[in-house]
T-cell receptor, first 115, second 117 residues
C-alpha cells in the first residue's frame, strides 16, 4: 500500500523569507502523481501544485515550487517570499496513474508566517 | 460555476442518531469521492462513486456507514447510530472524467463538520 509521510508537524517562517516543507512517499508504482494541498482555517482544500512522476522537470506555480526526487521518493514544497496568506496546513498527497483518482494524504504540516 | 457544494457545514448529533451529509459535485462532474479528516490528521479516503454505482468503498467502515450517488440529486453519506469517534470533518471531491484520465484533479468541497455529543 502507498504511504505518504510528512515529518514536520509544524513549521514557521518570517514573512518574505523562504520555507521548505518535506514529504516522502512509498510506492511500488512507476507512474503516479504527487500533489500539495493547502488547507487554511476555512478548511477548504486548495490545490497548490502538482507533479507528474514521469516528468523530470520540477513543477512551479508562481512562488511555489517542488523538488521532486523520484529515486529517493521525496517531494518537497518550497514557498518563496512567504506571505501572511500562506499560513495554513499543507498536505502532501499521492495518486497512482491507474484505477481511480483516490488520493493518499500525509498527516500535514502546519505553517505559521511570522510578520 | 458554484464548485463542489456540501451541506450542512456543521452538524451536531447525539450518540445513536443518524447523520446525513450531502454533496453536489461541480457541474459536469459525474465522479464523487468522500474523505474523512479526524482532528489533527490528514484526509482518509472512504468511498468513490459514479452515478448510481459504488466503485470503490475500500475505506468505508463496514458497519453504520453507507453512501449513494443517485441518478438525480446529490451524493449522500449516511452514518447510522453515530458514536463520538465519528466526530470529524467529511470532505467530498468531484472529478469530471473517468479513471485513467491522467491529469484529472479532484476539486474539493469545504467539508461538513460532524460533532457527536
Amino acid at each position: 500500500a502507498q504511504t505518504v509521510t510528512q515529518s514536520q508537524p509544524e513549521m514557521s517562517v518570517q514573512e518574505a523569507e523562504t520555507v521548505t516543507l518535506s514529504c516522502t512517499y512509498d510506492t511500488s508504482e512507476s507512474d503516479y502523481y504527487l500533489f500539495w494541498y493547502k488547507q487554511p482555517p476555512s478548511r477548504q482544500m486548495i490545490l497548490v501544485i502538482r507533479q507528474e512522476a514521469y516528468k523530470q522537470q520540477n513543477a512551479t506555480e508562481n512562488r511555489f515550487s517542488v523538488n521532486f526526487q523520484k529515486a529517493a521518493k521525496s517531494f518537497s514544497l518550497k514557498i518563496s517570499d512567504s506571505q501572511l496568506g500562506d499560513a495554513a496546513m499543507y498536505f502532501c498527497a499521492y495518486r497512482a496513474n491507474f484505477g481511480n483518482e483516490k488520493l493518499t494524504f500525509g498527516t500535514g504540516t502546519r505553517l505559521t508566517i511570522i510578520p | 460555476n458554484a464548485g463542489v457544494m456540501q451541506n450542512p457545514r456543521h452538524l451536531v448529533r447525539r450518540r445513536g442518531q443518524e447523520a446525513r451529509l450531502r454533496c453536489s459535485p461541480m457541474k459536469g462532474h459525474s465522479h464523487v469521492y468522500w474523505y474523512r479528516q479526524l482532528p489533527e490528521e490528514g484526509l482518509k479516503f472512504m468511498v468513490y462513486l459514479q452515478k448510481e454505482n459504488i466503485i470503490d468503498e475500500s475505506g468505508m467502515p463496514k458497519e453504520r456507514f453507507s453512501a449513494e450517488f443517485p441518478k438525480e440529486g446529490p451524493s449522500i453519506l449516511r452514518i447510522q447510530q453515530v458514536v463520538r469517534g465519528d466526530s470529524a470533518a467529511y470532505f467530498c471531491a468531484s472529478s469530471p472524467r473517468s479513471p485513467n484520465s491522467g491529469a484529472n484533479v479532484l476539486t474539493f468541497g469545504a467539508g461538513s463538520r460532524l460533532t457527536v455529543l
